[in-house]
């Protein structure tokens, strides 16, 4: 495993991790609204390397050991009438750090593979920088369209809760949301939930302000479904169907709105990475590589 920290350009570092082999070209994973490097499972991680693929993970900015803003963040009432920051980022920013860690670590290109706010920021990617997408996997994500891809309100309650002061607050708040959002079908691993989320808080004290940046970002960048029409890398949608931070319709209005976008439905799954559906995971994401690989070998030459 290779760590560091650089600098992608517009004032921002980046802080990474990269697994496996340096050849061939790398699955960069793209973390959630608040999540850091590690919310990829090491697991999860171990399977695809197995699977003959380098691996890199990072920590997006706002978060971890990535820079973070200085800006204030937008007040409750600040979302409700979706008033930014001047200084706010959006999530084509988010995309640009992403290109930017490809060009510091000298990949010509990636397969993005992003989780929820990380399936959007590689759909972006996808959208903006068509060259540097070999493939695009987006994981319980989606298009920014209204009505569609939701929390459920019980979830909403949740996500604008008091922010935790301390590590033990951080972890008892990390508990109680993925106890909720968690995959109803799979068993509750409390003790990975618990670990990851003291992690991070060592990682990364008091995360509020970064997560309400970061969650600012996401609304600002509105509606994208036009955007994603410029997608050309294949592209495999995975959602399950027990989702309670992203409805299930964000994962059909994305297979939708990306043309010859494959859909797949995990069954149990909610808006967490157990260790139950890994295997899973990792077949579906390594068999996506390898058609899009074929593909792109037959392809005729212009």
């Known amino acids: 495993m290779i760590e560091g920290l650089v600098d992608v350009g517009r004032d921002v570092r980046l802080a990474y991790q990269r697994l496996g082999d340096a050849d061939g070209t790398p ?4 973390a959630g609204l608040g999540q850091q490097m590690h919310s990829w499972p090491d697991g999860l991680c171990r399977l695809l390397v197995e699977r003959g693929h380098p691996v890199l993970r990072f920590d997006n900015r706002d978060v971890g ?5 200085s800006f204030p963040p937008p007040s ?11 200084a706010q980022y959006r999530l084509g920013d988010m995309a640009a750090d992403t290109v930017g860690l490809l060009d510091a670590l000298d990949m010509a290109a990636a397969h993005l593979v992003g989780v929820s706010m990380g399936g959007m920021i590689a759909q972006t990617v996808a959208a903006r920088y068509p060259e540097r997408v070999a ?19 019980s979830t909403w309650r949740r996500m604008f809760g008091k922010p935790a002061r301390t590590r033990a607050e951080h972890v008892e708040a990390a508990v109680r949301m993925f106890r909720h959002i968690g995959s109803a079908g799979y068993p509750f ?10 992690l991070a808080w060592d990682r990364d004290p008091r995360p509020a302000a970064g997560v309400a940046r970061q969650l600012a970002g996401i609304l600002a960048s509105g509606d994208r479904t036009r955007e994603l029409d410029a997608v050309t890398a294949p592209t495999l949608v995975l959602h399950g169907d027990r989702d309670l931070m992203v409805a299930p319709s964000g994962g059909a209005v994305t297979a939708l709105a990306i043309a010859g976008a494959r859909l797949h439905t995990l069954t149990g799954m909610g808006h967490d990475l157990p260790e139950g559906v890994w295997p899973a995971l990792a ?6 590589i390898r058609t899009a690989a074929t593909r792109s070998t037959d392809a005729p030459k212009s």
């Open 65 to 69: 050991e990535s820079t973070h803003c």
């Open 76 to 86: 409750p009432l600040g979302f409700l009438r979706k008033r930014w920051h001047p």
């Open 189 to 198: 691993d409390e003790a990975a939930v618990r670990a990851a989320a003291a």
């Open 135 to 153: 493939s695009l996997t987006s994981i319980m994500s989606t298009t920014g369209a209204p009505r569609v891809g939701r929390p459920a309100l």
């Open 283 to 288: 077949d579906l994401i390594d068999d996506h």
């Open 27 to 30: 699955v960069v994973l793209v």
